[in-house]
């Protein structure tokens, strides 16, 4: 495993513990989303400055423009993601917000002349029917509603957020994921005043978990992941992705004692299997008829 594939996967942990910590936090779901991006930007800027970064993005204006569409589809996905959460609670939220990484494999052969291959296929073939195991039933018994609506819009953002910092490949490392978190925390801020107004005092209430979801799951998350993503195909960025949702559920079973189903089990092993297989299985080459093995 190389570097950038270990940088993605302990992104995706820590992306997969945000529920552990936003249960902790008894604010609405906006307004989560508002402190964690705050608190995550300005630790990244500080930290940018501190290192002697240097904002060279803005010599690649195309590029530049890219990243800030990508941070701002980041925060819309949020916004939207955990108000699915609040409406139809995070499992059945998380399968209509993995729809995305099925866009993102859609356009990639459009976009990024990424080949689909048979064993990304069958891999995300595994993956889709072990997302269904998991989270099946929730969407069946919800139905389409307000919730469901969000987790899907959520879906939307995300594969927008994915294809834009693909496009966007002059900024990378601790300067993307800058870049994405100040746009994100605009766009949810410009959201949060425009619902509501000035955010609520109450969050003092929780400055610990909200410290911890900042500095912790978004600005250390958000760093390993676009500095990640730049390394990795798009179908292995969309397909590994499902770990996310999974280390959820599992993260979920540990620390708020949710038991799993058999099904969600059997689910959870084609995920894993899933995943793996697309990522680490590689077709052989065909041989010319004539020529020796």
Known sequence: MNKPFLKYILSLLLFGSNGILASAIILSSHEVVFWRTLVGSLFLLVLFLMSGGKFTAIHHKTHWIYALISGAALGISWIFLFEAYSEIGVSVASLAYYCGPVLVIAVSPLLFNERL??????????????????????LLTSG???????????????????????????????????????????????????????PSLSAADYILPILLFGLLNTALGCYLYFASIDHLSAGSVSIIGYLEPLSALVFSAVFLQEQLSGLQVVGAILILSGAAFSELYREKPQVPVGHAV
Not at 156 to 175: C, D, P, Q, W
């Open 144 to 198: 389409l509603s307000w919730g469901l609506f969000c987790g899907l819009s959520s879906a939307v953002m995300y594969a927008v957020m994915i294809v834009f910092n693909k496009k966007a490949s002059k900024v990378t490392g601790l300067e993307n994921a800058l870049y994405q978190l100040l746009m994100s925390f605009v766009t949810v801020a410009l959201y949060t005043f425009f619902r509501q107004g000035a």
């Open 117 to 138: 291959t048979a064993a990304r296929l069958a891999g995300l073939g595994a993956v889709m029917l072990g997302m269904l195991f998991v989270n099946g039933m929730g």
